[in-house]
């Protein structure tokens, strides 16, 4: 099965237990009902409520980068798939640990192949665990972009780990799940309170920060007839 978007980018799909993903990060320009979403400039605002996408140059390997106002103000999943929740990634991992029982397992599962010396996307670390993508999911260090001190954005750990946003993000927290070869295990969701890092210190930053989106497929409900 595919999906395609909203701007004609065709995203082939990948069966994980008894969800289906999409096995690429949003490239989408658009909301679904065809409204731009403005590239971020390097220098803005980090309290404004408007949404952006990165005009990071890493978009082509890794989809476009997307602050969290984008989930908040409109419907960028394509047509029949939509942002994944907690639940969904909790699930996610439920099955991925009664597969792969142990960390490093997981971690090789779900990551892309794609290593150094292959040209970006790709792992540039030398990591813990050799990646397989037995599951498929193909996932990819696309790192993240960011507001430094001086307000310019700036792009952080492309190769070395990958996060994307999930749809719970409220108003006061920046919602996302973290993967990486080198550092850390499978999925475990980091919940930032409207901070960024830069020089090893929190710094409080709204909206400032800038992830890939991974979308997930609606599956249709069953109802049970008694």
């Not at 991925?96 to 599962?109: E, F, H």
Request: aromatic share 14%; net charge neutral; with cysteine.
């Amino acid at each position: 099965m595919t999906i395609t978007d909203v701007d004609g980018n065709i995203y082939s799909t990948i069966r994980i237990g008894n969800q289906v993903w999409l096995n690429e990060n949003l490239k989408v320009t658009k909301y679904r009902n065809g409204t731009f979403i403005p590239r971020a400039p390097l220098n803005f605002s980090a309290l404004g409520t408007t949404s952006y996408r990165s005009p990071s140059d890493y978009a082509t390997g890794y989809g476009q980068y997307y602050n969290r106002r984008v989930i908040e103000n409109g419907e960028v999943a394509p047509l029949k798939c939509r942002v994944p929740n907690m639940d969904d990634i909790t699930e996610l991992l439920d099955y991925m640990t009664y597969i792969y029982p142990t960390i490093n397992q997981r971690v090789a599962a779900v990551s892309s192949t794609r290593v150094y010396p292959t040209a970006h996307p790709r792992w540039d670390v030398t990591p813990i665990v050799n990646p397989s993508n037995m599951s498929g999911f193909g996932f990819l260090p696309s790192g993240y972009d960011f507001l430094n001190t001086s307000d310019v954005l700036t792009h952080a750990d492309t190769g070395r780990f990958g996060s994307f946003l999930i749809s719970n993000t409220a108003t006061t927290t920046v919602h996302f799940v973290n993967v990486s070869l080198g550092y850390t295990g499978l999925f475990v969701p980091f919940f930032y309170s409207n901070l960024i890092m830069e020089g090893g210190a929190w710094i409080n930053a709204a909206s400032s920060l800038f992830f890939p989106i991974r979308c997930i497929v609606e599956q249709p409900k069953i109802v049970m007839m008694l």
